[in-house]
């Protein structure tokens, strides 16, 4: 029903920037948290970064000061701004949404991208 897709992945440079955005589809009444997730090979998914219907964010101690997460609800969509890039940044970024679909009850249902590749070299 619902669709998260990825874009803006890639290869980029230690110090250089990379900007992914993710935007949902489907029959969405309203979304919650919209946030996004990274996983490199042998480590578990953790969080990078999220962003709540009304503004308010959290950071994984690694990047702050260094990504920035925003969000445009009349999109529905969520971006995630990754400047001064690290060899230890390189991982699959998932975006992941709550996301309701009744006006009378509200539950959350998570849904996930299909991730997009971020590589930075040296």
């Known amino acids: 029903q619902v669709q998260l897709v990825e874009s803006g992945g890639g290869l980029v440079q230690a110090g250089g920037s990379l900007r992914l955005s993710c935007a949902a589809s489907g029959s969405i009444f309203s979304i919650n948290t919209m946030g996004w997730y990274r996983q490199a090979p042998g480590n578990q998914r953790e969080l990078v970064a999220r962003?709540?219907?009304?503004?308010?964010?959290k950071y994984a101690d690694s990047v702050k000061g260094r990504f920035t997460v925003s969000r445009d609800n009349a999109k529905n969509s969520v971006n995630l701004q990754m400047n001064s890039l690290k060899l230890e940044d390189t991982a699959v970024y998932y975006c992941?949404?709550?996301?309701?679909?009744?006006?009378?009850?509200?539950?959350?249902?998570?849904?996930w991208g299909q991730g997009t590749q971020v590589t930075v070299s040296s």
């Open positions: 992941n949404a709550e996301i309701s679909f009744d006006r009378r009850v509200t539950t959350w249902f998570n849904y």
């Open positions: 962003i709540t219907s009304g503004g308010s964010t």
